[in-house]
Nanobody, 115 residues
Framework: QVQLAESGGGLVQPGGSLRLSCAAS????????MGWYRQTPGKGRELVAI???????NYAESVKGRFTISRDNVKNTVDLQMNSLKPEDTAVYYC?????????WGQGTQVTVSS
């Protein structure tokens, strides 16, 4: 079992930056992959960025060059640095952890990009 708690969402103007953080309830050293997903009303949850235990990272095409995912195995956190934010980045962002075949989700944090 893994409990995940996101923080760092909020309202930001277009072109601005936000940093999301996901704190895990246990060591993430043995977690196979951790990632960030987002969801808007009427749409399914989509992958934003994922980092595997071996260090492999993947980003959605729409965020490449603007978002950076990182994990800290000492603090048991996974962060998402979001720069050059656009209105279309507005969504609820969820932290995800995969342990073998089990998936765990945080409660989500709202990110709103608007002037």
């Amino acid at each position: 079992q893994v409990q995940l708690a996101e923080s760092g969402g909020g309202l930001v103007q277009p072109g601005g930056s936000l940093r999301l953080s996901c704190a895990a309830s246990r060591s993430i050293f043995s977690i196979n992959a951790m990632g960030w997903y987002r969801q808007t009303p009427g749409k399914g949850r989509e992958l934003v960025a994922i980092i595997e235990s071996g260090g492999i990272i993947n980003y959605a095409e729409s965020v490449k060059g603007r978002f950076t995912i990182s994990r800290d195995n000492v603090k048991n956190t996974v962060d998402l640095q979001m720069n050059s934010l656009k209105p279309e980045d507005t969504a609820v962002y969820y932290c995800n952890a995969r342990v073998l075949a089990s998936y765990y989700w945080g409660q989500g944090t709202q990110v709103t990009v608007s002037s």
